[in-house]
């Protein structure tokens, strides 16, 4: 068998091949698009699906699409009974404030920076080179190893149900779409609209709020005119499991607009319920719902979306739950923290999930980690959602480090090569360990 060394400089001599393989995934903006024929998730998902089969085939895999979702990459016969790692080929917006070209793949000090080079395209041929690094140097697994790429992660992994619909799912396995060491639990997410409706008049004066607002990270640009006059808010970009590494910019606002007394009635009470609530409130402490367990830790709340109507402001919130609460808990609770005259509803509701952090294969992919990085590989549970959530039998396991947070889906997105090139090893490992390598 090779030793760890031995593996180390493969993959330095492989690297020029990685980074021009990743340049050209890097290049689509696979964002969802309109629904068209063979491409139900938009043409620039599907293109970076067949980008990853024609990049596979050059090496010599097995390789399909199924049902226009999901492309595989196959080493072994068995379909019905293999190892499966399974990452996304999609992608967020890249929205504005970019260094450098989001689609380009970009090298400056040690990084590479790129839309996808972390989430998760970078993490996903990192997979890939591990199975062609095992292949070329003869190190063949018992089991059949299927790496599976999606087209859907970002926008709700309906591509999951549709692999589903004509293919078995995999006895176990691993999505390099987290962090390290090896994921056991991933919290309970619900997302709410809260509606509220102002009856005296006093909603005419702001305008309708301008800017990017998206569920997957908190807003940091918003500007409105309030009494005609203009108003911007500057925060920082961050995804919206970690806000407390960014600033609001709808929190930002509606606590200068208290401060400043800028509005009268009830929207004035309305921006003070607001601030009061939300701004650098990130537990759920300013709502009376600040849940903890020793398991996952606080609950998160981020808002991300404010909308105006003429009578009414809706506001959309996300909160990831610890693994030992239900959702029944933290509705009730918000219920009680609401303002008069407001409608509560649910509008995403994803459960937590828990594996037996004991069990023999999560056992062996923090051997893998341990063996590779020398760190503390007890498992752990993550804030965010993976397909962990949706292929049965899949756990999260890798590519951030522990530190490592609130990278994705913001300007100048950015992996580093040393990480990468380490993700490749530790894969590696993994799946020889998963699979008890044949000699």
């Not at 596979?56 to 226009?68: E, H, L, M, P, R």
């Not at 779409?177 to 994921?183: M, N």
């Not at 500007?223 to 925060?235: A, D, E």
């Not at 990831?320 to 609460?325: A, E, F, G, M």
Request: charged content about 20%; overall charge neutral.
């Amino acid at each position: 068998m090779k030793t760890l060394q031995d593996i180390d400089a493969i993959i330095a001599k492989q690297w020029p091949l990685f980074t021009e393989d990743l340049a050209k995934l890097i290049a689509i903006p696979s964002t969802r698009g309109p629904s068209q024929s063979h491409a139900p998730f938009g043409e620039q998902p599907r293109r970076a699906l067949e980008q990853i089969v024609a990049i596979a085939k050059s090496y010599g895999f097995q390789t399909g699409i199924v049902n226009d979702a999901m492309a595989y990459v196959q080493w072994g016969e068995d379909s019905s009974n293999y190892l499966g790692v399974v990452g996304h080929l999609d992608v967020v917006s890249a929205g504005s404030g970019w260094t450098s070209d989001p689609f380009t793949l970009m090298q400056r000090n040690g990084r590479l920076y790129g839309r996808g080079v972390l989430d998760n395209k970078g993490p996903s041929l990192a997979c890939l080179y591990a199975l062609k690094i095992l292949h070329e140097t003869h190190l063949r697994p018992q089991k059949t190893v299927r790496l599976i790429f999606g087209s859907d992660e970002e926008s709700g992994s309906q591509d999951i149900k549709m692999y589903l619909q004509q293919q078995p799912a995999p006895v176990f396995g691993f999505t390099p779409d987290c962090k390290y060491p090896a994921v056991y639990g991933e919290r309970g997410i619900v997302n709410y609209a809260i509606t509220t409706t102002i009856d005296d008049g006093s909603l005419k004066q702001l305008s309708s709020l301008e800017g990017e607002q998206a569920l997957d990270h908190v807003p940091d640009d918003i500007k409105v005119l309030i009494k005609g006059q203009p108003l911007h808010i500057s925060g920082r970009r961050t995804p919206t499991n970690a806000p407390e590494l960014g600033e609001n910019a709808l929190t930002l606002l509606a606590e200068k607009i208290c401060q400043q007394h800028l509005v009268q009635g009830e929207l004035a009470g309305y921006f003070s319920w607001l601030a009061n609530s939300f701004h650098e409130q990130h537990y759920g402490e300013g709502l009376g719902i600040n849940f903890a367990d020793a398991a996952s830790g606080k609950l998160i709340v981020a808002p991300y979306l404010l909308q105006k109507t003429k009578t009414k402001l809706r506001l959309e919130i996300a909160i990831r739950y610890p693994v030992s609460y239900q959702e029944e808990e933290v509705t009730v609770g918000l219920k009680k923290a609401l303002l008069p005259h407001s409608q509560l509803q649910i509008i995403r509701s994803l459960k937590s999930v828990r594996h037996d952090p004991h069990d023999p294969n999560v056992q062996a992919l923090s051997q893998a980690y341990q063996e590779v990085t020398g760190l503390d590989a007890t498992p752990v549970t993550t804030t965010g959602a993976t397909y962990a959530r949706f292929m049965p039998n899949i756990i999260a396991f890798g590519p951030s480090f522990p530190g490592q947070k609130g990278i994705a889906h913001k300007q100048d997105e950015w992996m580093s090569i040393q990480d990468l090139q380490l993700n490749i090893k530790i894969y590696l490992q993994a799946i020889l360990k998963l699979c008890k390598r044949k000699e």
